[in-house]
């Protein structure tokens, strides 16, 4: 800001929220009369040179001055003698608002000046000594909004992320003494009061969020008690909003952070209908597409969110009985920029022993004819695959059907075969086109890091990891799927699907042996421990035995 426009400068908003039973207008239009009785400072134009030397001065002496221990003490004890000094005179003038308001103004710029210790993040710990926490804390619970908005606006610049990376031991001696002061319920305390249909609050609603998101980036273990002090609750019934505005995209966001940093708050979520109001709350685009890229990218958050929470099996059930599997399928077929993403809630959702469920009613309401589509064309574009790489797009419609494979039985997994027999096996022969694909690729890279290794004397196992994310990268993975699958339908017992197997790889030269590799060196992967993953080990090992 230059000086014509630090003289220019007015305030964006005066104090508004009066005491308990004061019409908000009054005590609003005080302020407003008080600042207009102010004396107003010249601009740079109609100044003397005399005058804008001394402005020059005056801002070079304020840039010099230095942050210190005695400086931050000093601006908590006049922090806490304004605080003092509002609180007496508010009890003892409870009814004549003009009364307090002078001492309310003189509480608003004091904080305000606390602003500057957030650029000398190692002087936290003096804050924190000096009892400024506590005080910075309870001024949230003000009855005046203006005073809360300037306490959250001073906590999120205290708290952000770049600040507290420059001094982090500093910091985060910050964080504790914020979490001591039961910060995370204070600030839910300040969303349940702010009302965003003024501007000035939604923004100070923002920041709150961005508070809760640079404390969480601090302390991780701070989003378990996301659940404990209503913060969930409050983002999801918030996200019963139709309409979409910046406030909804920060809390998609931050619910997906709540959610990827504590395990425990995916299982509570099912608790308090969390999987629901997200299914809810993207019935909105089973249709229709986002408006603009940022309620696009709201839409990925709740997706997001809603894959991590099917990690926990609880919400498997509750995912299933609000007829998400329904939503997914539906969203598949619309064709829509909700489509890629659906398939990715389904991968999370028919995986493990925990998707047999979805894995059924997924066949029952006829997925395979939305699903199949998916495996046998990849979109060209990369907005048509939800930004989506070909090799990711590939990897979750191959997952699927392995998952189904695996799942089912009976009837149900007889008409997932049969969708390889029909069209004279057309799905078999896009099924090996992909398998060789990414074979040719994993050979690729497979002879890169045998040359690499041959040069090396030592290969420890830090290489060994590095070497096997190149694999990772090339497709190792979605090629797992695709062999899996292969197995599995070329020992399902249809010698038709068998035969066409072989045919097709023997016109590439190849045979079903990198099949049987690529499955035992996945098998390995899986352990040998007796629990679900030796099952599965043993599972493959019996189809391999059965390939010939």
Known sequence: MDIEELLDFQPARTLKRGPDGEAEGEYEGMFKRKALE????????????????????????????????????????????KHAKNQELRIKHTEQPERFMESEIELHVEIGKCLTIATQPNLYPVLVQSNGVKLIVSLLTHPNSDIVLGVVDLLHELTDTDVI?????????????????????????VLETLDEKNDDEAKGLHNVL??????????????????????????????????????????SELLAILLQSSVSNRTQLGMIEGIDTMLQALALYKRRNPQIAEEQEMMHNLFDSLCLALLASTNRDIFLKGEGVELMILMLREKKMSRPPA?????????????????????????????????MKTPGKKAKRGGFSEQEWVEHVTSIISHLLRNLSGSQLQRLLNKFVEDDHLKVDRLVELHLYYLNRAKLVDREIMEEKSQLDDIDKEKENEFYLKRLDVGLFTLQRLTYIILSIGTAGISSVLSRIKQLLNLKNETLEPVREIMKEYAESLGDDKNKASEEKLNINHMINQLT
């Open 38 to 81: 102010a004396p107003q400072k010249k601009n740079y134009e109609d100044m003397t040179d005399e005058e804008r030397l001394a402005l020059v001065m005056e801002l070079d002496e304020d840039k010099t001055t230095e942050m210190d221990e005695g400086t931050v003490k000093k601006m908590i004890i006049n922090l806490e003698k």
């Open 165 to 189: 990376n420059e001094a982090l031991d500093d910091a985060l001696e910050l964080v504790e003494a914020l979490v001591k002061n039961q910060i995370m319920s204070v600030l839910v305390q």
């Open 210 to 251: 961005g508070i809760v998101e640079n404390l969480v980036e601090a302390d991780p273990e701070l989003a378990d008690h996301a659940f404990k002090h209503g913060l969930l609750a409050w983002i999801l019934n918030r996200l019963k909003i139709r309409s979409f505005d910046q406030n909804k995209l920060y809390c």
């Open 343 to 375: 398939l990715k809630v389904l991968n999370f959702a028919l995986q493990g022993d925990e998707g047999i469920n979805c894995c059924a009613k997924f066949i029952d309401v006829y997925g395979l004819r939305s699903l199949f589509p998916c495996f």
